[in-house]
């Protein structure tokens, strides 16, 4: 039986020459029952609906550890594979690997550990246990090269991926332009990832956030809240520029007037302010069912300028 392809190779040769990767490419395998989820899909609901694992054990990462500081490559991987073969994903067990690493700091070899890890990126054949070597390298005291971010960029273009890189990526002196071009590349859940990364500290960033951060394949309400409070929408529409932006903001604040997928508005603590300066921008334009959206939120909601609020959707609606 022929080898199988390591994950950096399948992303690598299927990779466009823009970056990204090609319609209909998904790097799971169909599943027995005929389902296929969307790269991304399995860790994106994780990280926004489950979080951490707490009763998970984690034995078997721990050996593959031991056995990787011992220079068992080949043994650590394939204990990687059987406890990924349980269905078991990383990214809940992965705040326990480190602490468990962290703990055992002495016992382990930090430089056949690096070894290890970069092994993993390049030459496993296994998601969950590429996943496990990015993790590896995010706590190790490795300095981040150039060779390591072209390797983790070719990986980020995977939206099944992206997530782990982008953590990998953090340790980069650029990480926030690292993380806003990624964001402009992909389309799904890794632009998702990447978005609620990006700190926009220039004028570029705030207004690509603004006109399509918040546009993804998955669902908008992902990002609009992230979008409203990193650009500042609430101070953006008090200024001269206010009027220029009030379309957009309306479109942003009717996907965060609901707490799914992701608490929005209700745990936003200038909701009040926002609502009632989109309100006096479009009160000659403002959509009606959006306007009765805001009206129904207010009324559920104790916000300081409550009354207000309702009395500007009331002459609106009028």
Known sequence: MAEKKSI????????TAEG??????VLRERLQDGRQFADGAIDGTIRYYMGPASNTDITMLEQALKLASDGRFEDGGNALITYFAQGIVMLPVMDK????????????APDRLGQFAMTLLLKSPDIESVKFGLTLLEILDREPDQELKEI?????????????????????EDANQIYFELAKKLKGW???????????????????????GWQNEIMPEYSAITVIKRTKLADLLQSAQGAAWAAVAGKLIGYALQDEPVAGL???????????????????????????AIKAFVEGHELANKWQLVELCNKILA
């Open 97 to 108: 690997v480190q602490e468990w690493a962290y703990e055992h700091a002495g016992e382990l």
């Open 190 to 212: 890794g632009r998702i990832h990447a978005v609620s990364m990006v700190k926009p500290d220039n004028q570029a960033m705030r207004d690509w956030l603004l006109l399509e």
């Open 8 to 15: 950096y190779n399948r992303i690598r040769e299927a990779m």
């Open 152 to 172: 983790l960029l070719t990986l980020a273009a995977c939206e099944e991926l992206t997530l782990f890189c982008l953590f990998a990526l953090g340790a980069y």
């Open 266 to 292: 209700s745990k936003y603590k200038r909701a009040g302010e926002l609502l009632q300066a989109y309100l006096e921008l479009q009160a000659e334009n403002a959509e009606p069912e959006l306007v009765r």
């Open 20 to 25: 990204t990767m090609p319609e209909g490419f």
